[in-house]
């Protein structure tokens, strides 16, 4: 008996996310009252609230017209967004505002993440999401992603174009190192997001956050992220406000070779 594979396939932007350093985290938020406990129900409300444009309702990337769902699994998180050709640059910029927001809340409460984003068909179902999208923006964040960033796949790296007449451009929310594309983490939420804190003060307390872990991990290879994130925050602003204190690294890592004279 031949059982045909009939599921539908629809063209999707799909983005997933790992957090880092989640395990040992939640352990400490599973005993109420705890800091790691507060912090983390401050982190499921932050992200419950969806970012929409400022002064400008014919951009409403949140439109239900979009259909964006952040699915929430464990330390993963699954964002998808049916690509709609009427509707595709919203759905397209929805997808990496949510990506960037949930990168950002995290750092609130002193966790890092690392993501991947595609564009391709994909099948949703009441439990299950299957489909070339998922699977390439999966092996993007865990094979390709490898520092803590949200790395575009060729996918999603292919319809950039197609975002130079939308209000965004390329330049303001994605960032570039040899031949990878990834989402500026540190995007100004503040111009999208009604309700969000003075970009200065963000600034402020993702430097926090970022020079209390390069002076707590001693882990080399957990440090080996916070030091990339560091660099990202340092780019960040030497492109958007060069005037604002970077991160001095060496000063966390102070490393002194002695020589021996055989």
Known sequence: MT??????????VVAYIDILGFSDFIKKAETVGSKENVMFHHFLDTIKIDPVFQNNPNYDIFCKNNKVVCRHISDSFIITAPYLEKNKYPALIAVYIKAIQIFQALLSINLAARGGIAIGNLCIKDNNIFGTAFINAYETESVKAIYPRILLHESAINELDSLREYQYRNDAIFAKLDKDIFLDSFFDLTMITSNSKDIKTKIKEFRDCIQTNLKGI????????????????????????????KINIHEYFPIKINYLNP
């Open 3 to 12: 059982i045909l594979f009939n599921e539908v396939f629809e063209k999707y």
């Open 218 to 245: 001693l882990d080399a290879h957990v440090r080996s992220k916070w030091i990339w994130i560091a660099i990202h925050f340092n780019n960040h602003l030497d492109y958007y406000d060069p005037a604002e204190t």
